[in-house]
């Protein structure tokens, strides 16, 4: 994490390292081998948890998907993305690296208070530029939405993000479920994969979305 800990510097400083750190990742050509989904095999199992929700509120999806786990650490957002790409669980320090220059680089592009933003849904409350900042580069801690648009930003895909359906808990449509753009992504891209955001606690009334896991369609799992 040396370069997570470089790019905590000040604004201008960071910059620059997020600059250098990119033209060094491109100039080593690093980046781990993909998977496509007929070929993926998963670090991990289906999430009882995540299972329950989808039983209780949307059961017919079940049909079709089930939800990989991802451990509870704080990670799971940057765990569910390289499970999806790369079959693994275990490169979510590179995944929030490459997600921490994108927004280093982009700045107004995730700085909520810019007419720029990638993310314009009022409906959505997103942290200060520099909370998000900290957060992304700090192992453990949670991510926003927003913080999706930066790690498909940098790996320059599609994905669908999906809550169960909203009206089952008793609120709006969810400004969860949608197609996650990034920046200069094309939007006709087919989704590459679908982030479920889940709870840790499916049984109470109100369940918390606390908890994102990958959704993979049943086809592709090995048995």
Not at 63 to 68: A, H, R, T
Not at 175 to 204: H, Q
């Amino acid at each position: 994490m040396w370069c997570a800990c470089r790019l905590r510097e000040k604004p201008t400083a960071a910059a620059a390292t997020a600059s250098s750190v990119s033209k060094l990742l491109a100039l080593y050509r690093f980046h781990p081998a993909t998977v496509s989904s007929q070929d993926l095999t998963f670090n991990g199992y289906i999430n009882k948890d995540a299972t329950k929700l989808m039983q209780r509120f949307k059961g017919v999806v079940l049909d079709k998907y089930n939800p990989l786990a991802t451990m509870s650490d704080g990670n799971c957002t940057y765990r569910a993305v390289p499970l999806a790409l790369f079959g693994v669980q275990d490169l979510h320090v590179y995944v929030r690296v490459l997600a921490a220059l994108e927004m280093l680089s982009f700045a107004q592009s995730y700085d909520i208070k810019s007419a720029s933003c990638v993310l314009k849904d009022e409906r959505i409350l997103t942290s200060q530029y520099s909370v998000l900042l900290q957060d992304v580069l700090t192992v453990g801690r949670f991510a926003e939405l927003i913080h999706l648009y930066a790690i498909i930003s940098a790996f320059n895909v599609t994905f669908t993000s999906y809550v169960p359906p909203s009206s089952a808990v008793g609120l709006a449509t969810s400004p969860y479920s949608t197609l996650v753009v990034g920046r200069n992504v094309r939007p006709s891209s087919e989704p590459a994969f679908i982030v479920m955001w889940s709870t840790l606690t499916p049984d109470v009334a109100s369940p918390v979305f606390n908890h994102v896991v990958l959704l993979l369609e049943r086809v592709h799992l090995r048995l």
